[in-house]
């Protein structure tokens, strides 16, 4: 008889995984005050944005307020930036995912610059944004993220930003 215990369902692992980045979303206020919400397929994250009438800066265009373009762009970096170093630790089995809850989540990167190359008006419609991590060390990372709303390809705005990582401790420390 075999010493390896049996594996978990998918779906008790997807369930896990998703609890985990709801958790990592749930404790952040202004995430929800602007209607982002997080489509998680593996690894890879997108982000939402949804419309309302709150988010538009121009309304004779009208168009998105480039402050809600930023912060919806700063917030996908720094949660993709946050998720790869979650799902790397739950992968490697130094993370139980359970453990992660607002009041024991990991502290967040913060923000050492951001650029953003505004390329056209948002549009008032939902828009969606990827962020890819160039590098990640201990110390500092980097990251490039894009913004769309109706096609992929034309994007409306993307940053690529500089963070200062936090020290690798046990979420259930960093309170």
């Given at each position: 008889m075999s010493g390896r215990s049996k594996p978990?369902?998918?779906?008790?692992?997807?369930?896990?995984?998703d609890a985990a980045l709801a958790a990592l979303v749930s404790g952040v206020p202004y995430i929800r005050?602007?209607?982002?919400?997080?489509?998680?397929?593996?690894?890879?994250?997108?982000?939402?944005?949804?419309?309302?009438?709150?988010?538009?800066?121009?309304?004779?265009?009208?168009?998105?307020?480039?402050?809600?373009?930023?912060?919806?762009?700063e917030v996908t970096a720094i949660i993709e930036l946050s998720w790869s170093l979650v799902w790397e630790r739950m992968e490697s089995g130094q993370l139980d995912p359970r453990s992660l809850d607002p009041a024991h989540l990991p502290r967040l990167p913060k923000t050492i610059d951001f650029t953003i190359d505004y390329l056209r008006s948002g549009l008032p419609r939902d828009a969606y944004a990827r962020a890819r991590v160039n590098r990640s060390g201990r110390r500092y990372a980097s990251v490039h993220v894009e913004?769309?709303?109706?096609n992929r390809a034309r994007l409306f705005a993307q940053a690529t930003g500089h963070f200062l990582m936090p020290e690798r401790t046990d979420p259930g420390k960093d309170g």
């Open positions: 978990e369902p998918v779906q008790v692992v997807k369930e896990r995984r005050f602007l209607g982002i919400s997080l489509d998680r397929r593996g690894d890879e994250l997108t982000a939402i944005l949804s419309f309302d009438d709150k988010l538009i800066g121009n309304p004779t265009l009208p168009a998105l307020h480039g402050g809600v373009t930023a912060a919806f762009l913004a769309w709303q109706d």
